[in-house]
């Protein structure tokens, strides 16, 4: 005897990012390409200490720290090549990265309109928690009420 089972949907599939990001742009690209061609869904970006405390690679303070713990993101031209051949309408991204959030979602935005996607399609998160860097890391970029100014217009914005 067999027993009629109505047709269940299938629930969407769990999104699948790993939390990469190293040496240089061009090299976390290859990384992101290389993931996502194996099956990875989405993409989670790791910047380096220097980049999430708003200083360029060649700052004398990023010695020793550039592309260490992350990609290095210091202008237009770097999240261009991080981001290369990488359709991000159809991605979802996550950036973790706090006192510099509101400046690097600027630049992921710049290049997914350079690429000509619908803004208002872009999906992910960014940390945008600038006052726990002040808090607990002391990697803050501004003291706590332009941070609060930064993370209500990220907020509003997105």
Not at 48 to 62: E, K, M, N
Not at 67 to 85: E, I, N, S, T, Y
Not at 100 to 123: H, K, N, R
Request: charged share 20%; proline share 6%; net charge negative.
């Amino acid at each position: 005897m067999s027993h009629a089972h109505p047709t269940a949907s299938k629930d969407r599939p769990w999104l699948i990012r790993t939390y990469a990001g190293h040496s240089t742009a061009a090299a976390s690209n290859a990384l992101y390409r290389s993931n996502l061609e194996k099956g990875q869904t989405g993409l989670s970006v790791a910047f380096d200490l220097p980049t999430q405390t708003g200083y360029d690679s060649d700052h004398v303070l990023s010695r020793g720290e550039v592309g260490k713990v992350g990609v290095p993101v210091c202008h237009l031209g770097d999240m261009r090549a991080l981001f290369k051949d990488i359709p991000l309408e159809q991605m979802n991204t996550s950036m973790t990265i706090n006192a510099t959030a509101p400046w690097l979602l600027s630049l992921y935005i710049a290049v997914a309109e350079e690429q000509g996607a619908d803004v208002s399609a872009l999906q992910g998160t960014v940390q945008n928690d600038l006052i726990k860097e002040y808090l607990s890391r002391g990697t803050y970029v501004c003291p706590p009420a332009p941070s609060l100014k930064m993370i209500g217009d990220v907020a509003e914005y997105c």
